[in-house]
């Protein structure tokens, strides 16, 4: 069983920047694979980035390449999402969720465990 909790949402305006972080509860946490999604009003649930449990793998959605960091400290059981040069397409409730396993899946139906949700909200 694993429980996350996502913090470090809020407001900031757009070319602003904000770090989500994921706090998962549980001994095993290394051999998760991790994942951020997204899920804006009236919208389906996004893939946005995604890590392996060695950490070596990543993937990110081709919208946020280039401007999104995802990184883990297994150590800590932290997941981290760092977000740069945010635009307001970006506002949605980013969720962190976890699966068991080598590489992080792109899809929600992967995951078995989910957090509850920050919101973060670009201004323009």
């Known amino acids: 069983q694993v429980q996350l909790v996502e913090s470090g949402g809020g407001l900031v305006q757009a070319g602003g920047s904000l770090r989500l972080s994921c706090a998962a509860s549980?001994?095993?946490?290394?051999?998760?694979?991790m994942g951020w999604f997204r899920q804006a009003p009236g919208k389906e649930r996004e893939f946005v980035a995604g890590?392996?449990?060695?950490?070596?793998?990543?993937r990110y959605a081709d919208s946020v390449k280039g401007r999104f960091t995802i990184s883990r400290d297994n150590a800590k059981n932290t997941v981290i999402l760092q977000m740069n040069n945010l635009k307001p397409e970006d506002t949605a409730v980013y969720y962190c969720?976890?699966?068991?396993?080598?590489?992080?899946?792109?899809?929600?139906?992967?995951?078995?465990?989910w957090g509850q949700g920050t919101q973060v909200t670009v201004s323009s």
């Open positions: 890590i392996g449990w060695s950490a070596v793998s990543t």
């Open positions: 549980g001994r095993t946490f290394s051999r998760y694979a």
């Open positions: 969720a976890a699966v068991y396993g080598t590489m992080a899946p792109l899809t929600t139906s992967e995951y078995d465990y």
